[in-house]
């Protein structure tokens, strides 16, 4: 299946088409087609009215509810591109990413609302605020659908993710409507979603894989089922009891599954597509979950959001896929269809056939660059004199991978300090850039720890200087970064060991981390 159509346009088609199935599942409550369309709408309305205009960009500042659910097509539908905010967030976290991204209006849920004034707190230009659980409720229900959706170009920015940044500042992604699109034609094909299809969502609306969730399913005429964070706790009950046909997930999830010995031979007959990413996927968890889901096709997706949701993919198959593991992680597959990928040494030269590289992709789901970041775009995103495609744009994911005898690839690991915490992208930088706001702090080191499976489950860091408090580190943390990032433990040390090259020796402070664990 190959459109054109933008995913305004998409979303208003289906749901011209069957008004009265559900669109959306969300803390027992289940919303149709019709109602999502008809509520968005009046809500779009508001903003351009408000505005004078087509709308820009506009926050979404809720956490899987139906107010941030039905506020993404209404910016959708406002003729914008939607900014997600994360309510779980630091103020300042959140504030950055308003004012990075130049919002011209924000639709808060109740959670978003309670941290709201926080949030504007020193901002120069508020954006228009919408409260639809709140004192905008009488306004928005009785406000008049709008009638035409504004025109939309392809070229457009369909959305803006935030990631985290080496600087200390959040780092700007954003996605046009053609990036999106070629994805989800691939997707379409692949998966052959129909309306009876129920799909989970085990995101953050922060996380891109979200995104996949969403829109495969609503340009499908599918449910789309939203999980609380209390319920990633127990999935297994969850899956049986919403009737999952689709589910997507980080592979952390299973391996907390198996750990409580809840993922039970033959547990989900019903689902048909088991789809894994944001993280390696171990062997023994594919195999588990297989066994779970008998019926159910397994694959492990592999992207960064810059390349939008996702660019490789690899079937698992229990008799083949075992060989092509390495490290016991099962292989990121191969390329999509119109991507091409590449392995590349430090001069940016492809490495001889058999050899590890950094593995960097062009096609049409590659990113414009950075957001208002022209020197981070060009470090990224490169041409590459002696590339398979002359002239291309090919983004350096910064993940080190070896192709494999049949054309697929394994990953490696990091090239630089970048690592992923349950599915999270975390630039380690960030978090040093965080403690060092302590006068104090002379230098800040942070590492993904411990590695199980081969993904970081915390974050632990190194300290030097003088004076050091070790709550009051840990408060600045909490008030610059996500939760996820802050460090489990903080260690003091008098100086950092450094290697040959006189940079901080990593290794050797995480081995340091594996006497004292032993």
């Known amino acids: 299946m190959t459109s054109r159509q933008d995913l305004a346009q998409t979303f208003a088609a289906v749901a011209a088409r069957q008004p009265d199935r559900p669109a959306l599942s969300v803390r027992g409550q289940e919303i149709s087609y019709g ?9 779009a309305g508001v903003i351009t009215d408000r505005l004078g205009a087509p709308a820009r960009r506009v926050g979404i500042f809720g956490a899987r509810s139906a107010v941030s659910y039905t506020g993404t097509i209404a910016c959708l539908y406002s003729g914008g591109a939607f900014v997600p905010l994360n309510p779980r967030f630091p103020a300042e976290r959140t504030r950055r990413m308003l004012e990075l991204a130049g919002l011209d209006a924000v639709i808060c849920d109740k959670t978003g609302a309670q941290q709201l004034e926080a949030v504007l707190e020193g901002v120069a230009t508020r954006p228009l605020i919408l409260r639809p659980e709140e004192e905008d409720a009488a306004l928005l229900a009785s406000a008049p659908p709008l009638a035409q959706l504004p025109p939309v170009a392809m070229d457009q920015v369909a959305y803006l993710l935030f990631t985290s940044g080496s600087t200390g500042l959040p780092k700007g992604v954003p996605i046009t409507q053609a990036n999106v699109r070629a994805y989800l034609d691939w997707a379409s094909g692949r998966y052959g979603i129909t309306p009876d299809d129920r799909f989970s969502q085990t995101f953050d609306q922060t996380f891109d894989l979200s995104v996949h969730d969403q829109f495969l399913c609503w340009e499908n005429g599918a449910c789309l089922v939203a999980m609380s964070s209390i319920e990633l706790l127990a999935p297994a009950r969850f ?41 390696p996927l171990p062997r023994a968890s594919a195999e588990a979950w297989q066994a779970a889901a008998p019926n159910s096709i397994v694959e492990n997706l592999y992207g960064p959001t810059e390349l939008t949701i996702a660019c490789c993919v690899h079937r698992w198959d229990p008799v083949h896929s075992p060989a092509l593991c390495v490290n016991d992680m099962v292989s990121i597959g191969a390329p999509f269809p119109g991507l091409t990928a590449v392995l590349l040494d430090d001069q940016l030269r492809t490495v001889p056939p058999g050899s590890d590289g950094e593995l960097c992709l062009c096609g049409p789901q590659t990113s414009p660059g950075y957001w208002n970041d022209p020197a981070k775009t060009a470090e990224r995103f490169v041409t590459l004199p002696d590339g398979p495609i002359p002239g291309e744009r090919y983004y350096r994911t910064g993940d080190r991978a070896i192709q494999l005898p049949n054309g697929e690839y394994a990953c490696l690991g990091r090239t630089d300090h970048q690592v992923k915490v349950l599915g999270f992208r975390v630039e380690l930088g960030e978090i040093e850039a965080a403690l060092q706001k302590d006068a104090r702090v002379v230098q800040a080191v942070a590492m993904g720890w411990p590695i199980v499976e081969g993904t970081a489950q915390g974050i632990v860091a190194f300290v030097s200087g003088a004076g050091l408090d070790l709550n009051a580190l840990k408060d600045a943390c909490r008030a610059s970064v996500a939760d996820y990032m802050v460090p489990s433990a903080i260690h003091f040390v008098d100086e950092m060991p450094l290697n040959a090259n006189g940079k901080v020796d990593r290794g050797a402070l995480a081995q340091r981390l594996t006497e004292k664990a032993g």
């Open 239 to 279: 899956i049986q009891r919403n009737r999952l046909t689709v589910w997507f997930s980080v592979p952390s999830i299973v391996a907390q599954m198996r750990k409580r010995n809840t993922l039970l031979p033959d547990a989900f007959p019903d689902l048909r597509w088991s789809l894994f990413c944001g993280e």
């Open 35 to 43: 109602a999502l369309d008809e509520t968005a709408r009046r809500w």
